[in-house]
């Protein structure tokens, strides 16, 4: 079963449509169940039509990088025994 750390990392290729059927079909099974991942895609989504909307520029890769890193340590540190633990 998909973790929600496991969703932070694929989170922008779900978003984008890279995934194949197998893994969309565990992010979308997962997103069933936990609402904090359905609050993060939702908030990623609302994130990447504002920087498109405000932005002709490209996201410079490594800083996607480092995001997705930032983003996966606060899901880890959030599953690690937080109060909204799914």
Not at 11 to 19: H, K, P, T, V, W
């Amino acid at each position: 079963m998909l973790m929600c750390r496991d969703l932070a990392i694929v989170a922008s290729d779900y978003i984008d449509g890279n995934l194949g059927a197998v893994d969309n079909l565990s992010v979308r099974m997962h997103l069933l169940m936990c609402r904090h991942c359905r609050s993060f895609i939702g908030n990623l989504r609302s994130s990447i039509q504002l920087m498109r909307g405000h932005s002709d520029n490209v996201l410079d890769d490594r800083l996607a990088r480092r995001l997705d890193r930032e983003i996966d340590k606060a899901l880890q540190s959030k599953s690690k025994g937080g109060p909204d633990k799914d």
